[in-house]
């Protein structure tokens, strides 16, 4: 008796309790169809925007084009999102010890279309800053310094053949060498990647169209390179703009560093 006493002067706040999730399930249902239009709406409003930016704008194109290819540009030139850089432009996707290393977009661009590449032996023992292979166009030249210090285990034999891989794919096809890294851990520490990377590669553009392209101003092509609108290209044809002087001063400002610039 004494048990049944007891439910009876609780049932009242059960019974409220039942009566209030009873009342609020149309307001919950309600809520919750709402949340769906909204949501629905904002898809639907992006989807038409990501639409009509992809038809009318060809700088949109390219840059949905940069973000699928893992790639960040700066004034036309590129940058991959999984490579750590040196100093002297070298770059290096690192897998464990094992580091595929190639020139960044600085070289081609700047040098212009590479002709020749002359890569070590396997075997090939280098530390960190040291010459690794050479790229050519025309009488111009560029050593690349190896990013990591470690051995030779792998080339691409490609470029022998195919030295234009650099130039249309310098993050892909067109890598140069594969080391075994000897003290990765001590070479990473030395390298830039991600947001460090991508912010250390607009300050060389910047410092290229600056300072080294600006003296040529006079030309009409490097006149334009000088004056870029925010997302404006270099022109395609930037290396055959360059005179000799102003390669040297490229070639020793961007292509022999071995510690990082302010």
């Given at each position: 008796?004494?048990?049944?006493?007891?439910?009876?002067?609780?049932?009242?706040?059960?019974?409220?309790?039942?009566?209030?999730?009873?009342?609020?399930?149309?307001?919950?249902?309600?809520?919750?169809?709402?949340?769906?239009?909204?949501?629905?709406a904002a898809?639907?409003?992006a989807l038409?925007?990501?639409?009509?930016?992809?038809?009318?704008?060809?700088?949109?194109?390219?840059?949905?084009?940069?973000?699928?290819?893992?790639?960040?540009?700066?004034?036309?030139?590129?940058?991959?999102?999984?490579?750590?850089?040196?100093?002297?432009?070298?770059?290096?996707?690192?897998?464990?010890?094992?580091?595929?290393?190639?020139?960044?977009?600085?070289?081609?661009?700047?040098?212009?279309?590479?002709?020749?590449?002359?890569?070590?032996?396997?075997?090939?023992?280098?530390?960190?800053?040291?010459?690794?292979?050479?790229?050519?166009?025309?009488?111009?030249?560029?050593?690349?310094?190896?990013?990591?210090?470690?051995?030779?285990?792998?080339?691409?034999?490609?470029?022998?053949?195919?030295?234009?891989?650099?130039?249309?794919?310098?993050?892909?096809?067109?890598?140069?060498?594969?080391?075994?890294?000897?003290?990765?851990?001590?070479?990473?520490?030395?390298?830039?990647?991600?947001?460090?990377?991508?912010?250390?590669?607009?300050?060389?553009?910047?410092?290229?169209?600056?300072?080294?392209?600006?003296?040529?101003?006079?030309?009409?092509?490097?006149?334009?390179?000088?004056?870029?609108?925010?997302?404006?290209?270099?022109?395609g044809n930037?290396?055959?703009?360059?005179?000799?002087?102003?390669?040297?001063?490229?070639?020793?400002?961007?292509?022999?560093?071995?510690?990082?610039?302010?």
């Amino acid at each position: 008796m004494k048990r049944n006493r007891e439910w009876l002067k609780g049932w009242p706040l059960a019974a409220g309790i039942a009566i209030l999730v009873i009342a609020a399930l149309p307001l919950v249902g309600a809520a919750v169809f709402m949340l769906r239009v909204v949501l629905f709406a904002a898809f639907a409003l992006a989807l038409l925007t990501g639409v009509v930016l992809l038809i009318v704008s060809p700088k949109f194109r390219a840059w949905l084009d940069l973000q699928s290819d893992g790639l960040v540009s700066f004034s036309g030139l590129q940058l991959a999102r999984d490579v750590s850089v040196s100093p002297s432009h070298s770059w290096a996707r690192i897998r464990d010890r094992r580091v595929t290393v190639g020139a960044d977009d600085f070289v081609p661009k700047t040098l212009g279309p590479i002709e020749k590449v002359e890569l070590p032996e396997p075997g090939t023992k280098v530390k960190q800053g040291d010459r690794l292979c050479r790229m050519t166009h025309g009488q111009r030249s560029v050593e690349l310094l190896s990013p990591v210090s470690g051995t030779v285990i792998g080339l691409n034999e490609f470029l022998v053949a195919r030295p234009d891989l650099v130039n249309d794919s310098p993050y892909g096809g067109g890598w140069a060498v594969r080391l075994e890294a000897s003290d990765i851990d001590t070479d990473r520490s030395h390298l830039r990647s991600d947001g460090a990377a991508r912010a250390w590669f607009r300050h060389e553009v910047d410092t290229l169209i600056g300072a080294v392209l600006a003296p040529q101003a006079n030309s009409p092509a490097l006149a334009h390179a000088t004056s870029l609108p925010d997302g404006g290209e270099l022109v395609g044809n930037l290396h055959q703009q360059i005179d000799d002087q102003a390669w040297q001063q490229i070639d020793n400002t961007f292509f022999h560093s071995v510690e990082w610039r302010a």
